[in-house]
């Protein structure tokens, strides 16, 4: 069974960076999508920035510019690396890892952006 674990959410003020980490672990199939979503409070969740199983990337319109998804495919591990945030940057960031037997969710990561 695959599992995710995220790491790297906090507190950071507007402008700052902040660099997510996903890493999975379990049976992992060569070629798989991967990648990352958020939900803030009375909102649904939404794709962030993604790999997909050909290594194609795509970005929220929010997000372009600003954010870089990055991945180590010997570790099975994607990283979202987040520079210039901006308070409505603030949610909950689930890593997401899509293989040929199903879908994955990660715990998920508190990042809050606050003066």
């Known amino acids: 069974q695959v599992q995710l674990v995220e790491s790297g959410g906090g507190l950071v003020q507007p402008g700052g960076s902040l660099r997510l980490s996903c890493a999975a672990s379990g049976i992992i199939f060569s070629s798989y999508a991967m990648g990352w979503y958020r939900q803030a409070p009375g909102k649904q969740r939404e794709l962030v920035a993604v790999f997909s199983s050909v290594g194609s990337t795509t970005y929220s319109d929010s997000v372009k510019g600003r954010f870089t998804i990055s991945r180590d495919y010997a570790k099975n591990t994607v990283y979202l690396q987040m520079n210039s945030l901006k308070l409505e940057d603030t949610a909950v960031y689930y890593c997401?890892?899509?293989?040929?037997?199903?879908?994955?969710w990660g715990q998920g990561t508190q990042v809050t952006v606050s003066s």
């Open positions: 997401k890892l899509v293989t040929t037997t199903g879908v994955s």
